[in-house]
């Protein structure tokens, strides 16, 4: 990849890997710095990474990134849940489709969460996913369908029957 179409790629890719990286991780700034990692990733294995390999390369970073920071957080939130002692509960909010949707993503694993959202939501094809994430096409569909199952539960037993 030369520096021009290193160039062109971040004004061609940006919005898309910084979309990417907020639905991962739901906060727009830690996405701003999950952005700015992964092309400077990109930049520095420019020579080796082919230009139409660049979006994908930049949003495999995002997810490496993304799950290191998850996995770190994890292992604090339990730290500090230990030495808290006690439970931290959420207050009941009226209905609401979008948020409803929010939490049936969020009760997702997180590999099913990024599957479904780059299916469906950006409109990646399996094999781009499979290319993404790093694991195999039927492994993709797999993670594809039971987040599908799971947020139709969810959405159920949150009073959403299609008819609201």
Known sequence: MTRNEYNNGVSLWADDVYRYAVHCCG??????DFVQEAFATLWEKRESVA???GKAFLLAVVHNHVMSHFRHEAVYRESADV???????EPDEAFDLHEAIQKAMDA??????EAVMLKDIEGYDVHEISEILSISEN????????ARVSMKKT????????NN
Do not use: C
Request: glycine fraction near 8%; proline fraction near 3%; hydrophobic fraction near 30%.
């Open 27 to 32: 906060d727009r700034e830690q996405s701003k």
């Open 51 to 53: 230009t139409e390999k």
């Open 83 to 89: 030495l808290k002692g006690d439970q931290v509960t």
């Open 108 to 113: 997702l694993p997180q590999v099913q969460r």
């Open 139 to 146: 492994q993709v569909r797999v993670y594809v369908f039971r």
């Open 155 to 162: 959405l159920i037993a949150l009073g959403y029957d299609g």
